[in-house]
């Protein structure tokens, strides 16, 4: 069995991301006194007393309304009250009983899962307030005084929740998993794919441009391995963002390619390669990390003459240049042609991205290429090469010994990096070349 997972729900606005965040002890749920700013499932791990358990925030439930994103977050919510082991219902104690809070308390009821009733906004220190009582008339127990904001009463709520999990049959899986950054510009499809690939809708989906607000993983296992696949918000280009919330958005994107193995930059194919789509998969590329060309809503070009797709692979070639390594798939979403492709690739440069290689073979690597081509020199010196070795993995970092440095130009250390790529495959990687004088430090 995996971790137990403990949903936290609630109306809009009492709180819940902030106690999300203080339960895992870190910002990850993005905070603002707005209604309504969280609305995919957010999963996080936390820790108490040396038991490690899984926590979903949910965006706020409006169990009476016509509007259509909130009717996607209420199913959102009703998704992670079914698949979770405790729910925490979360409420105001400044506001009281409110009428959304019965109707949320009536389902969960409905649901038979096991409910903690947490009255949040308790901030004074001393006896409960008068106005906890109230909420007895919810019918879920006894409620547990709680501020989200400095940690009161957290440890209280989470002791109540494991007394409602069987531990004996929580058993950690260790197996590794490779934890996969779908990222890319607004409404390219982001999650669209995350929803196909976990075949529900993880993640809401509409043609309003940045409805993706905070990052969402989903665990997907199937022949080829397991992966973490997180839905990230779409990045626009700086002079476009203006309200806080987005800018929040784009630092959770950013921090999600850097927790990555790797990173699948989605294209829309009808609008083709932009500058900032080259902005975004450089990020990734400076970073180290693996990346994979997807271009999305193949199904709505038109292949009139047969060669479509080799003539956007070409145009995409130029664009993305400075990223020669990075490999291409022209894929849909929305109907699922070369998605299963993905798995596999997605495996081959998380490998070659983690790849280590003994440094006999990369001196023999090296032999090869400097009696093929031999190294430049200036005003009678010439570069020698001792020896090479790989310093690092992900992205693989190899260290080059020579004689002087300056004499080490830039092409040579071009032409030996594409021997390395030539010679053991290193698809969808990045390399790093660093070069030192034998007996000194980094030049």
Known sequence: MAKPLIAVVGRPNVGKSTLFNKLIGRRLSIVEDTPGV????????????????????????????????????????ELAIQTADVIVLVTDLTAG???????????????????VLCVNKCDRIGAPPPELYEFYNLGLGDPIAVSSVHGHGTGELLDACFAQIDWAAAEEDEEEVIKVAVIGKPNVGKSSLVNYIAGEERVIV???????????????????????????????????????????????????????????????????????DSKIAGY????????????????????????????MKK???????????????????KTGQRVDKLYGLITQVAEKNAMRISTGRLNDLLAYATARVQPPSDKGKRLKIYYMTQASTRPPTFVCFCNKAELF??????????QIREQFQMTGTPIRMVVRERGDGKK
Request: charge should be negative; hydrophobic fraction near 35%.
């Open 284 to 311: 990734a590329h400076e970073q180290g990390k693996g990346c994979i060309i997807a271009v999305n809503k193949w199904d709505a070009v038109e292949n009139k003459t047969g060669s479509t797709m080799d003539e």
């Open 38 to 77: 969280t609305r995919d499932r957010i999963y996080a791990e936390g820790e108490w007393l040396g038991k490690t358990f899984r926590l979903v925030d949910t965006g706020g439930i409006e169990p009476k309304t016509d509007d259509l994103l909130l009717k996607k977050m209420r199913s959102q919510a």
């Open 97 to 115: 009983v409110t009428a959304n809070d019965s109707d949320v308390a009536a389902m969960l009821r409905k649901s038979g899962k096991p409910v």
């Open 206 to 276: 509409s043609n309003i441009a940045g409805t993706t607000r905070d990052c969402t993983d989903t665990p997907v296992e199937n022949r080829y391995g397991r992966f973490l696949f997180i839905d990230t918000a779409g990045i626009r280009r700086k002079s476009k963002v203006e309200e806080s919330i987005e800018r929040y958005s784009v630092l959770r994107s950013y921090m999600a390619v850097d927790r990555c193995d790797v990173a699948v930059v989605l294209i829309d194919a009808a609008e083709g390669f932009t500058e900032q």
């Open 409 to 418: 130009h830039f092409s040579y250390l071009r032409y030996l990096e594409n």
């Open 315 to 333: 145009r995409l070639e130029e664009g993305f240049s400075f990223m020669s390594y990075v490999p291409f798939l022209f894929i849909s979403a």
